[in-house]
């Protein structure tokens, strides 16, 4: 029933194929939980257009010119006006402040393009190429005030090819995003 779904909202900064995902797995039936915000740091975030096509409501505004306390207090506000429990954060590209993250302690989850604790930050893909790995791959872990470092729920594997370019193997990766992140949501809402 839908009143007993865990009312999510996703935190996005660009293209949100990985919340488009999301938000197509919240359909099924049996899905645990239901998106209720999307949420932006930038209104030409690609992926607001898409949320609003799928008629979830959105909070697109720029965090340019505000301090970065300021601007989670008003996403905050925000995603608790909308009702939300937990959050995901797809592809949301900037820092959390500390006090956002310790008023939703264990509460958010975000994907990551790496097979943590491997490649924090930013350039992952091309910094898996540099080191000669093997594989690279996704994983989906609890957000604590550390970057990219919070308890890892699940991951996934892909092979790094012979030829592979950042770009041909991020595009790789992501198809295992969008299998792995609607599953390990799914399973950490229901735990
Ligand atoms: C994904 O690779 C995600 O893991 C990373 O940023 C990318 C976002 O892609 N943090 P999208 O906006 O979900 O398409």
Known sequence: MTASRTPI?????????????LVAAS???????????VAANDPDAGGIALAQAAGIPTFAHSHKGL?????DALLDTAIRAAGAERIALAGY????????????????VNIHPSLLPLYKG????????????????????????????????AQARVPI???DDADTLAARVLVAEH???PQALAEWVRA
């Open 93 to 108: 590209m900037r820092l959390l402040s500390p006090g956002f993250i310790a008023g939703w302690q264990g509460r958010i």
């Open 27 to 37: 359909q099924a039936a049996d899905c645990p939980y239901r998106v209720v915000l």
């Open 67 to 71: 301090k970065r306390a300021d601007f």
């Open 161 to 163: 090819l012979q030829g």
């Open 9 to 21: 909202a996703i935190l996005i900064s660009g293209r949100g194929s990985n919340m488009a995902t």
């Open 122 to 153: 930013l350039d992952t893909h091309a910094r898996a190429i540099a080191a000669g790995d093997a594989e690279a791959g996704c994983s989906v872990h609890v957000v604590t005030p550390e970057l990219d470092d919070g308890p890892v729920l």
């Open 179 to 181: 299998r792995l992140y």
